[in-house]
């Protein structure tokens, strides 16, 4: 069966689903250079007031989609919540993806909006989460450095890997991103680092760390480098619970 052209299956969708809507984007990897065989049709729909945000999972005219549905309230509140994550796909999926219908206006002023925030970059690092991040990374170099286990390594030396990563783009003052996203960030800010850390991640699989510890080592060296001895941080009581929209 052939599969239909991307942006008509998404109008597809919409109409099937929400022909309320008031707007609504195509955004993602499906009309970048980043498409594989395996790319979805991630879908931000607006509908009337009063619909509940939701995600939902389906598949429609050959192409797996996601849809986020969000009211204008919805919308601004998740934005919001994930900026001050530093990481906010549904920002991204608005900014930068295609609108695709727009009957009131909303659509064109959230994505003018949109646009505003990720060129403005996430809040600053503050000192505090930095100390965090070089405390969590110095214990997961201690741990990696007597690992004997071949499973335990593995776990090890992802975690370094994407914690690294984040902490590269946090430095840099960038978005975060989760998954390939934060390859295609880390590429994006720093050009070669990807490539330096996937050499090194595969050595320390292999069970040699050295190459990986010294990279890690590089990207603390201009913060204060490695953090243990009188870190302290501050618990929060109750907890609180944020998530993020979207796969990026």
Known sequence: MDIMDPVEAAHAVVAE??????????????????RTAF???????????????????????GWPVELFVHTEASWSGYVEREIAMRRSPL?????????????????????????????????????????????????????LAGCAQAGERLCLVTEVAQRTGELVLLLDGAWLGGGKWLACRVSATRPGFMERLDA??????????????????????PVGGRLWEGHRQDGVWPPRRAAVEGKE
């Not at 790319?39 to 729909?45: A, E, K, T």
């Not at 607006?46 to 939902?56: K, M, V």
């Not at 959230?110 to 503050?126: E, R």
């Not at 090194?200 to 060296?221: H, I, K, N, Q």
């Open 200 to 221: 090194a991640v595969r050595v320390a699989l292999a069970g040699s760390s050295g190459e990986l510890t010294t990279l890690v080592d590089e990207v603390l060296a």
């Open 91 to 143: 920002l991204f999926m608005c900014a930068t993806g295609m609108l695709l219908f727009d009957h009131d206006g909303l659509g064109a002023q959230l994505q003018a909006q949109a646009k505003i925030l990720v060129d403005a970059g996430p809040p600053a690092l503050p000192a505090d989460e930095l100390n965090g991040r070089r405390y969590a990374l110095t214990d997961l170099l201690d741990d």
């Open 39 to 61: 790319s979805d049709l991630d879908i931000v729909v607006l509908p009337e007031e009063g619909a509940a945000p939701y995600r939902e999972g389906l598949r429609c005219a």
């Open 17 to 34: 689903r929400h022909p309320e809507a008031r707007a609504a984007f195509l955004g993602g990897s499906v009309l970048t250079a980043h």
